[in-house]
């Protein structure tokens, strides 16, 4: 039997054609291909709002932070079952990273969790759609008025994802972070879109992604044609995506639908297959909602044949790569230590990540390849 990666992005001829187009235009970096990236993104949304690329979500999550002023002092409330970066860029601008509780339900940050966490020195909100489930966008919108905090959506799994029938992304934060990383919903190899309503937001951002250069200069000297001239305003960063990512990118969006309906096809086999087994299926939307689909994580229950851990190995053994989303950053020596954190701080985070375990889901498999995994995890939980 071949095979089958935990994950693998869907690049096909027509991503090829266009990189190769980008590459045979003599402009490699940031250009005319990543301008268009961000007014076709913008559009997907449904317009109305900007669309900043990036080299990666981390520089996006860093920038949106900094550009609704999160600084020394602060703190900001995320949730400690989510990826690393996010408590990073919190503290690589001096404030302090609040870690909160998941919903077992959703595995998504709690809403009750954040409004116990709410301090004076609270400045934002950083929900996460996990695996491409909406948080409770609604309730952290409203915590987020009554106390005046920023909302910074981590939505690296979240494209498409609907709440309440509005696309992640075009929600009323103030701004949302997608990944263009190899294994996300689209990939650009390394890339990220920040997308904001505000305009303030997104000025910031172009300015800070690049050094701090201040683009109004740029242009100004530039249509006068002496573009050697340029004004640094910040201390910015170098966190530009190049015209060769964004040429995969242009693809990528355009065919994301389609790869989206087969993701959702083989998380309906799931559903379906696994029924009846000693596990929780992955959580899935709401009513009415759309699902990314970036991850199928099921839990398994206390009472299964196996271990999470000889889970994992035996579908391993039996060529089936899986993964486990995450271990919580409450785990993780840096943030246990720095942040003085506690499994018992984390119930549901820390139970959930016990039992969690994350099933191939990707466009490139085939539905045979689906039945092989159901297959597969209804022998070793039924032995
Ligand atoms: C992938 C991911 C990121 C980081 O994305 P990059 O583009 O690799 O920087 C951040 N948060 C979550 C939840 C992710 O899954």
């Not at 268009?36 to 996006?60: D, P, W």
């Not at 995450?326 to 499994?343: A, G, K, M, T, V």
């Not at 820390?350 to 375990?357: G, K, M, N, S, W």
Request: with cysteine; charged share 20%; glycine share 8%.
């Amino acid at each position: 039997m071949h095979n089958l990666p935990f994950a693998l992005p869907d690049i096909g001829p027509a991503e090829i054609a266009e990189v190769t187009a980008a590459l045979q235009s003599d402009w490699v970096t940031s250009g005319p291909r990543v301008k268009r990236l961000e007014e076709e993104f913008a559009a997907f949304l449904g317009g109305g709002l900007e669309a900043v690329a990036l080299n990666s979500a981390t520089a996006g999550l860093h920038l949106a932070l900094e550009a609704v002023g999160v600084g020394p002092g602060d703190e900001v409330i995320t949730t400690t079952h989510t990826f690393t970066s996010a408590a990073q860029v919190i503290t690589q601008l001096g404030a302090k990273p609040v870690l909160v509780d998941i919903d077992p339900a959703t595995l998504c940050i709690d809403p009750d969790a954040i409004e116990a966490a709410v301090t004076p020195r609270t400045k934002a909100i950083m929900p996460m759609h996990y695996g491409g489930r909406a948080a409770a966008m609604n309730r952290i919108l409203q915590i987020a008025g009554r106390h005046n905090l920023r909302v910074i959506e981590d939505a690296a799994h979240a494209l498409p994802t609907t709440h309440r029938g509005e696309l992640v992304g075009s929600l009323r934060s103030d701004a949302a972070v997608f990944s263009f990383y190899a294994n996300k919903t689209m990939t650009t190899g390394e890339g990220g879109m920040l997308v904001t309503r505000d305009p303030a937001v997104a000025a910031r951002a172009r300015i800070m992604r690049l050094h701090g250069i201040s683009r109004d200069a740029f242009d100004r000297y530039n249509s006068r044609r002496t573009n050697w001239h340029y004004e640094v305003v910040a201390p910015g960063h170098k966190y530009n995506l190049t015209d060769v990512a964004a040429a995969m990118g242009l693809v990528q969006l355009r065919r994301l639908r389609e790869m989206q309906q087969k993701r959702a096809r083989i998380a309906a086999l799931y559903d379906r297959e696994l029924a009846g087994l000693p596990l929780v299926p992955a959580p899935g939307p709401e009513a009415g909602d759309e699902h990314a689909w970036h991850l199928y994580a099921i839990r398994l229950h206390p009472d299964a044949p196996l271990s999470r851990d000889g889970f994992i190995e035996s579908m391993h053994a039996r060529g089936i790569g899986c993964s486990v989303h995450y271990i919580p950053l409450h785990r993780h020596p840096h943030w246990r230590q720095s942040l003085d954190l506690r499994d018992d701080m984390f119930p549901h985070s820390q139970r959930a990540y016990e039992q969690l375990v994350s099933l191939p889901i990707y466009s490139r498999m085939e539905e045979s390849d689906a039945e092989r995994v159901a297959a597969t995890v209804r022998d070793l939980l039924t032995e």
